[in-house]
């Protein structure tokens, strides 16, 4: 079984910074892709920023220069730096992993945390 627990997140003013981290466990299961998504307030779904195992990230448009993504593979952990927070960023942000494993590959998902920019 595989978990994901997030932490960090909460209320921010414009212009301020958040850490996001998220804990992938489970065995034997290997977390290729770690990253996040994003609930926005008109019901958007979309990727925030994603990295692999070998440190390889993608970043939607919108965070680029503002929001860094890194992992520990050793501790199958990612955290996301965002900086220069705008009220757009408000959301629940989701911790996803793209999971490998001997029966097949799947993707799981955290439970989800809530992020507020005021103006």
């Known amino acids: 079984q595989v978990q994901l627990v997030e932490s960090g997140g909460g209320l921010v003013q414009a212009g301020g910074s958040l850490r996001l981290s998220c804990a992938a466990s489970g065995s034997p299961f290997r977390f290729h892709v770690l990253g996040w998504h994003r609930q926005g307030q008109g019901n958007q779904f979309d990727l925030v920023a994603e990295i692999d195992t070998s440190g390889k990230t993608n970043y939607t448009a919108a965070v680029k220069g503002r929001f860094t993504i890194s992992r520990d593979n050793a501790k199958n952990t990612v955290t996301l730096e965002m900086n220069s927070l705008k009220p757009e960023d408000t959301g629940v942000y989701y911790c996803?992993?793209?999971?490998?494993?001997?029966?097949?590959?799947?993707?799981?998902w955290g439970q989800g945390t809530q992020v507020t920019v005021s103006s």
């Open positions: 996803y992993a793209e999971v490998w494993s001997d029966l097949g590959d799947f993707r799981a």
